[in-house]
């Protein structure tokens, strides 16, 4: 199977594309129907996050392994404006757009991880991550 | 586990001192090993074990002691405790039992060095070098094994927790019945909500009874979860009513700040019951007169 | 990707047939709060059970059109969220204040009879 798949995001077309990837991806790995569905709510809130203020940038989709831990690492990266205060984005109900406001920080309590990088004027790029659970039947 | 750690004699004379070590742990092997369990007893380590079963077990550990004394290999001493946690843990017997019996009989073995070389010391010091490692090897062996076997029996017993999880009990058509018992964690609140939700569709239900009167404390986090749980409900179609919260817990949910207004309480499973049988308009008649039931009860006898 | 929307007697039932994007969203719901009124409907159903994700700008959108549905003057009613959709939309935050939902487009149109209709309804 593909360890790696991107897709660039151009329009909001592509949120339902790049989420797909990612189920497809999930699913290889053995992520439950529930975790399935996590993951491409949150790949659908960042990707929303790029065509929304970015216009344009990427999204990859691939495989990480930690130790004997297995699971999905989400990349969202564009070049666009970038986040000025970080720790206001992540605040619930925050918005600076026409959005709810969830987006970022909601798409964090879906994953089991979550990293963000942004420079202003340089663009910001976000990590997630969610590991395939063990002893869970 | 299964390490294997070979003590590769350094040079002939050491091999000749092991050879010597060992011969006389072989000589004195009644003497030693009777001292070894009179002060086993002495101790109160023997508790609870028959005449029998201290001879055999004694047998064995001194013999599983100085074959690995002769051969610097653990792998019998490395089973046997296995096999010795497996049944002291399983039989109830205490770590300090465990323990203090193989520190007992290092301490038997090493006096008896000391007795042997005391004209020596050179001989004496020599010999403890090759002694002493062997000895902490195997308790550390020992104490190891223990912590294993616990370990496991903790799994086994979170496993056997998890497979209780809860049960979704449907009462009567279109309404289920939670009834949560014991701490919830995040894991599980997670569990019980998926399979809440999977009830739910599967048997059509439009109302839950959400009984917790046998959760003992909620704090911030699983107050979250459970308004979460009936927040998801909901968005299926099915309305939630909470029972049994206890005076702790309504403390808890005051001060969290938890929107009350939206969440459906009823004191407890009876009330509860009653409450969602009116939202689906199920009316209960009792048909008997109780002195009917008290007959019947007496013909069932 | 269209959603037809039908009408059958007072109520309009608009079935979504695939993943829609933004765009689709919006279109469906500026056809249905426009369809209201041309034909008086009174109640309005929209099925989302082959949804497999409902993020923040589906649950805004849904939400924002039965309002407007409410102030056009009829009751909308989401049917068919999936359990794990259900399950990620409370972990995101999300949820559906002031807006009815049911189990399928059975129960949908049971539970618009009731309120409709005046019976004492669940929800």
Request: proline share 2%.
């Amino acid at each position: 199977m593909a360890d790696k798949a991107c897709v660039p995001i151009n329009s909001e077309i592509d949120i339902v594309t790049a989420r797909q990837k990612g189920r497809e991806m999930a699913q290889q790995l053995g992520f439950s129907s529930t975790e399935l569905t996590l993951i491409a709510t949150a790949i659908s809130e960042v990707v929303r996050n790029i065509v929304e203020y970015a216009k344009h940038g990427e999204l990859c989709v691939d495989i990480v392994q930690q130790g004997d831990k297995r699971g999905i690492s989400v990349i969202a990266q564009d070049n666009g404006p970038g986040i000025p205060n970080i720790k206001l984005a992540m605040q619930d109900g925050y918005s600076t757009g026409k959005s709810l406001g969830l987006g970022l920080p909601g798409a964090k309590r879906l994953m089991d991880e979550f990293d963000i990088v942004s420079e202003v004027g340089k663009g910001t790029k976000v990590t997630m991550k969610k590991w395939v659970q063990k002893n869970v039947r | 586990m299964k390490r294997k750690e070979t003590n590769e004699p350094s040079n002939e004379a050491d091999t000749a001192l092991r050879q010597e070590l060992v011969e006389h742990f072989r000589e004195k092997r009644e003497l030693l090993r009777q001292q070894w369990v009179e002060q086993m007893t002495t101790k109160g380590l023997l508790a609870g074990m028959t005449r029998e079963d201290i001879e055999n077990e004694s047998i064995t550990i001194y013999d599983t002691c100085i074959v690995c004394l002769e051969t610097g290999e653990y792998e019998g001493a490395q089973t046997y405790a296995m096999r010795m946690a497996e049944r002291g843990v399983l039989r109830g017997m205490t770590t300090e039992q465990i323990i203090g019996g193989i520190l007992t009989l290092r301490d038997v073995y090493g006096r008896s060095l000391f007795e042997w070389y005391q004209q020596d010391m050179e001989r004496l010091s020599a010999a403890l070098d090759i002694y002493e490692p062997v000895a902490n090897k195997i308790i550390s062996i020992v104490a190891l094994a223990f912590v294993e076997e616990r370990e496991k029996v903790v799994r086994q017993q979170q496993e056997a927790i998890r497979e209780l999880s809860t049960p979704v009990l449907q009462v009567r058509d279109q309404l289920l019945i939670l009834p949560i018992i014991g701490v919830i964690d995040t894991h599980r609140a997670r569990q019980l909500t998926e399979q809440l939700l999977r009830t739910i569709r599967t048997r059509r239900a439009k109302v839950v009874v959400m009984d917790i009167t046998g959760v003992p404390a909620v704090d911030s986090k699983i107050a979250g979860h459970l308004v979460q749980t009936v927040d998801a409900s909901k968005l299926m179609g099915a309305t939630v009513i909470v029972t049994g919260i206890s005076p702790e817990i309504a403390q808890t949910l005051v001060t969290l700040g938890v929107d009350i207004a939206k969440m459906n309480t009823v004191g407890d499973l009876q009330g509860g019951i009653e409450v969602a049988n009116q939202f689906l308009g199920y009316k209960v008649v009792r048909t008997y007169p109780e002195a009917d039931l008290n007959h019947k009860e007496k013909k069932v006898q | 990707m269209l959603v037809p929307i039908l009408k059958q007697g007072d109520y309009l039932i608009a079935s979504i047939q695939s993943e829609l994007s933004d765009a689709d969203l919006l279109k469906l719901r500026d056809d249905l709060v426009r369809r209201v009124s041309e034909f008086r409907s009174r109640g309005v159903i929209v099925d989302v059970t082959v949804l497999d994700v409902m993020d923040s700008f589906a649950t805004r959108t849904l939400r924002s059109m039965a309002h407007m549905v409410m102030l056009r003057g009829a009751e909308t009613v989401i049917v068919g969220i999936q359990p794990e959709v259900a399950f990620s939309m409370v972990q995101l935050g999300l949820r559906l204040e002031g807006v009815t939902t049911a189990l399928d487009l059975e129960e949908g149109l049971s539970l618009l009879d009731h309120k409709i209709k005046g019976d004492n309804g669940l929800g």
